[in-house]
């Protein structure tokens, strides 16, 4: 069975750090691109940060950008998000997703084929 599955989450003050793991297995994954996605109450599902296959190229939301970094090691089929400097608003459930064929890196929710079940992330201040 082809699956992600995300790991890591907690609660964090603001100003600390979390590292969340996706997991993939049923295949090989290094050659995907992947992505970080996160969703608040009442909110859209909103792009955090994506990887090519390689790991190569990376891309953040304006939000995050200097304070979050994607990486993942191909050897272990695993995905990562350092998070640092967590705010109150970074609270949400963050979900690991990919897109399946040798393609660019993408922002797009809509065009990720497979998703975990998401790790949820809160932020007191």
């Known amino acids: 069975q082809v699956q992600l599955v995300e790991s890591g989450g907690g609660l964090v003050q603001a100003g600390g750090s979390l590292r969340l793991s996706c997991t993939a297995s049923?295949?090989?994954?290094?050659?995907?691109?992947m992505g970080w996605f996160r969703q608040a109450p009442g909110k859209e599902r909103e792009f955090v940060a994506t990887?090519?296959?390689?790991?190569?190229?990376?891309y953040y939301a304006d939000s995050v950008k200097g304070r979050f970094t994607i990486a993942r090691d191909n050897a272990k089929n695993t995905l990562y998000l350092q998070m640092n400097t967590l705010k109150p608003e970074d609270t949400a459930a963050y979900y690991c997703?990919?897109?399946?064929?040798?393609?660019?890196?993408?922002?797009?929710?809509?065009?990720?084929?497979?998703w975990g079940q998401g790790t949820q992330v809160t932020v007191s201040s």
């Open positions: 997703a990919t897109k399946f064929g040798v393609v660019a890196i993408t922002i797009r929710p809509v065009e990720y084929d497979l």
């Open positions: 049923g295949r090989t994954f290094r050659s995907y691109v």
């Open positions: 990887i090519s296959g390689s790991g190569s190229s990376t």
